[in-house]
Each structure stands twice: as structure tokens, then as C-alpha cells.
T-cell receptor
Framework: AQSVTQPDIHITVSEGASLELRCNYS??????LFWYVQSPGQGLQLLLK??????LVQGIKGFEAEFKRSQSSFNLRKPSVHWSDAAEYFC?????????????FGKGTKLSVIP | DGGITQSPKYLFRKEGQNVTLSCEQN?????MYWYRQDPGQGLRLIYY???????QKGDIAEGYSVSREKKESFPLTVTSAQKNPTAFYLC????????????FGQGTRLTVV
């Protein structure tokens, strides 16, 4: 079974600083990987996804993530954080097997932004 | 606009009552899911359905029931057997061809009073 670990429960950064949110996954084959963002009391919005190919993927809102198979990681980055980026971020993994439809989520990292 | 609609946004339940949370999608997605979210716990899968009239238990199905009579609809019933139902519930759907990319509704916050 797949699993996801987000080591940082809460991160605080200053507006304009760079950001990296960590995600480690466990899955036997090539995974499908996702980052979602959630504002308080809202649903989840997809930021970006990795299925195959180029290991550096670009997403919405200026986010990017890099898949590193050797480290089983899929870290999310942003060069310059805006106050509106304050939210909770979830990494997720899906099995790549045929007929599998389940997403497994990490426990999330809450991002606070200091003006 | 296509999307997933959850209703109601807020729901209050008395001890011992069953309540049903609605989830409707007009994205023509095959698969639908229910997740429960508690602070610091991430999202945990309750039930999922890949096709009409079929569904499977997720990791925390006890005390919940679902139906999938129509492709567009996947209601969740929180029964009196669920000992700690207060949580934020999220419904999602995905189209098989997009390899599990899930789209989420805005959630229902259920509180036991």
C-alpha cells in the first residue's frame, strides 16, 4: 500500500521569501503524484501533478515540484511567496496500476506568511 | 459551469440521528469518493465508487453508508453507529483517463450537538 509523509506540520515564511514544502512517498512502482492546496473551510484545489516524463513540473500560482525517484520525494517550491499563499498544502500519491482509483494523502503542511 | 456540489455546507446532528450529505457532479466523471478530514489527520478515505451501483469501503467505512444509483450522485449517510462524526467531509470525483486526478467539492462541516 502507498503512503505519504509530509514532515513539516507548520511552516512560517516572510512574504517574498522562497518556499519548499517536503513530501516523501512510499510506493513500489512509479507513482502518480499530486500537490493540492486548501484554504480554511474550503475544498482542495489541484496545484500540479506528475505522471511521467520531465521530473520538474510546473503548476498554477507559480508553484513547481520536482520528482526525485532516488529520494522518493516530490517537494513543492515557490521562488517568492505571496500573502495569499497562506493555506494548507497536501501531497498525495496514487497507484499507477490499472483499475486503481485511490488517492492517499499526507497529513498536510500549514503555511503561514508574515507580511 | 462544471463542478462538484456538496450540500449543505454546515450540518448539525443530534446524538443518535442519521444524516445524509449530498454530493452531485456534472463533470461526467466515473469515479467518486468521500473523505473525512480532521485537524492534523489529512484526508482519510471513507468510501469510493468506480461505477454506478458499485462502491467499495475505504480506510474508515465503519458507521457510514453510501449509494450510487446515478453517475452524477454519491450521497453519504452518517449513521448513529459512527461514534465521532464531527468532522469536515469532502466529496471528490475523477475521470479514469486522467489517472486519478481528483476534483473536490467545497465540503460539508458536520457537528454533533
Amino acid at each position: 500500500a502507498q503512503s505519504v509523509t509530509q514532515p513539516d506540520i507548520h511552516i512560517t515564511v516572510s512574504e517574498g521569501a522562497s518556499l519548499e514544502l517536503r513530501c516523501n512517498y512510499s510506493y513500489g512502482a512509479t507513482p502518480y503524484l499530486f500537490w493540492y492546496v486548501q484554504s480554511p473551510g474550503q475544498g482542495l484545489q489541484l496545484l500540479l501533478k506528475y505522471f511521467s516524463g520531465d521530473t520538474l513540473v510546473q503548476g498554477i500560482k507559480g508553484f513547481e515540484a520536482e520528482f526525485k525517484r532516488s529520494q522518493s520525494s516530490f517537494n513543492l517550491r515557490k521562488p517568492s511567496v505571496h500573502w495569499s499563499d497562506a493555506a494548507e498544502y497536501f501531497c498525495a500519491v496514487a497507484a499507477s496500476g490499472a483499475g486503481s482509483y485511490q488517492l492517499t494523502f499526507g497529513k498536510g503542511t500549514k503555511l503561514s506568511v508574515i507580511p | 459551469d462544471g463542478g462538484i456540489t456538496q450540500s449543505p455546507k454546515y450540518l448539525f446532528r443530534k446524538e443518535g440521528q442519521n444524516v445524509t450529505l449530498s454530493c452531485e457532479q456534472n463533470l461526467n466523471h466515473d469515479a467518486m469518493y468521500w473523505y473525512r478530514q480532521d485537524p492534523g489527520q489529512g484526508l482519510r478515505l471513507i468510501y469510493y465508487s468506480q461505477i454506478v451501483n458499485d462502491f467499495q469501503k475505504g480506510d474508515i467505512a465503519e458507521g457510514y453508508s453510501v449509494s450510487r444509483e446515478k453517475k452524477e450522485s454519491f450521497p453519504l449517510t452518517v449513521t448513529s453507529a459512527q461514534k465521532n462524526p464531527t468532522a469536515f467531509y469532502l466529496c471528490a470525483s475523477s475521470l479514469k483517463r486522467t489517472r486519478n486526478e481528483a476534483f473536490f467539492g467545497q465540503g460539508t462541516r458536520l457537528t454533533v450537538v
